[in-house]
């Protein structure tokens, strides 16, 4: 019993770790680094970085036009017609993009639903339809080509999916809601594999990975259930083919690989980032880096082999160091820059040039975001 309560313990303060007071202030970043000598390097598309207001007044999506160096600059807020919580969402992906770029799906935890917005070549929103979420408290979305799934956590939680027509309107499929494997699972991100036949659901609760079965009309089945090899599993990313990349809140990462049956095979199990809370994963383009952003204030870089085995780019798991309160991180499309949501202390997003070692060179933050703002994607 007594070791029970220590392993319960140490998962309450992890998770409290990703969820940091936002009165608290954190020590100042390291942000004014000398800027990496090879500009030439880094050139790339413009593009945009996407963020919730989270309000419980009216949510919103932040804007920020994001530059051909990476940097950031403010381009207001689009409504979201729904609202937020004004604070926790204990998620990853609460907004996230298609994969050509075109539309933007951002929940609304408050009014349980769904906002999607198209995007224009400048990067610019227009909201094209709001859904209910087809459970309570959205909090995680993913998408593969036209279906869209919502992961609810209020209740006993839920995924759902839905049809996404050509106006970006939603459809529910018949058949696409189902339960997760309990109740009072504590979830935290729903996501596609790569190819669209599977969905990946992490619980902190139950230290479980869900795998879903989806076949060609978007209806999905299960879940099978696999035991995390580190505790209290969170956020996560795909390589380039079916390597999964997982952050664990109690101090670490672990890879795996999803077998063509939905099995999950162990590759690298609790490397321990040496940083606090690791809750947010995201892996570079072409699989060889992954990041986890640590609720504690620091960025951590992966470097992830062929065959799916990481290890750490820096041996104190220190790759940047942002301060308290980082709430969830972003690539850009071309995996050229890196931004992280700050949450704790300053309201800021934190943007970052990717080397192709997996360091990161800072190019500095931009402030200006309300308190409870969570969720963060990038084109």
Request: glycine share 16%.
């Amino acid at each position: 019993m007594n070791t029970r309560l220590a392993v319960l313990a140490l998962a309450t303060a992890a998770l409290a770790a990703c969820e940091p007071n936002p009165s608290v202030t954190g020590p100042a970043a390291a942000l004014q680094a000398a800027r990496d000598a090879d500009v030439s390097a880094a050139v790339s598309d413009p593009g945009a970085v996407y963020t919730l207001t989270n309000q419980v007044g009216g949510n919103a999506v932040a804007v920020f036009a994001r530059g051909a160096d990476g940097r950031l600059t403010a381009a207001g807020t689009v409504s979201t017609g729904g609202t937020g919580t004004g604070a926790s969402l204990g998620s990853q992906s609460a907004v996230t993009l298609s994969a050509d770029g075109r539309w933007l799906f951002a929940v609304n935890a408050g009014s349980n639903d769904v906002s999607v917005f198209s995007v224009s070549p400048g990067g610019g929103l227009a909201l094209a339809s709001r859904t209910a979420s087809g459970g309570t408290l959205p909090i995680s979305l993913t998408v593969h080509g036209n279906v869209l799934y919502v992961l609810n956590a209020g209740g006993t939680g839920n995924i759902s999916g839905f049809a996404v027509g050509t106006s970006g309107a939603l459809a529910a499929i018949a058949g696409a809601t189902l339960p997760l494997s309990g109740s009072n699972v504590g979830p935290a991100q729903v996501s596609f594999s790569p190819d669209g036949r599977r969905l990946v659901v992490t619980e902190k609760n139950t230290n479980q990975l869900d795998v879903y079965a989806v076949d060609a009309s978007g209806v999905a089945s299960g879940p099978t259930t696999t035991a995390s090899a580190g505790g209290t599993p969170f956020g996560f990313s795909f390589g380039h083919r079916n390597e999964l990349f997982v952050s664990e809140a109690t101090g670490s990462a672990s890879s795996y690989e999803l077998d063509a049956t939905g099995g999950v095979s162990l590759v690298s199990g609790a490397v321990l980032t040496h940083q606090g809370a690791p809750c947010w994963a995201v892996v570079t383009n072409d699989g060889r880096i992954g990041f986890t952003g640590n609720g504690a204030g620091s960025v951590s870089a992966f470097a992830i082999a062929p065959d799916g085995a990481i290890g750490l780019v820096d041996a104190n798991g220190g790759t940047a160091l942002i301060g308290a309160g980082i709430n969830d991180i972003a690539l850009s499309h071309n995996s050229r820059y890196l931004y992280v949501l700050q949450t704790g202390g300053a309201q800021a997003i934190h943007a970052f040039r990717v080397q192709a070692d997996g360091h990161l060179t800072a190019l500095g933050p931009i402030a200006g975001l309300p308190n409870g703002t969570r969720g963060l994607a990038a084109f």
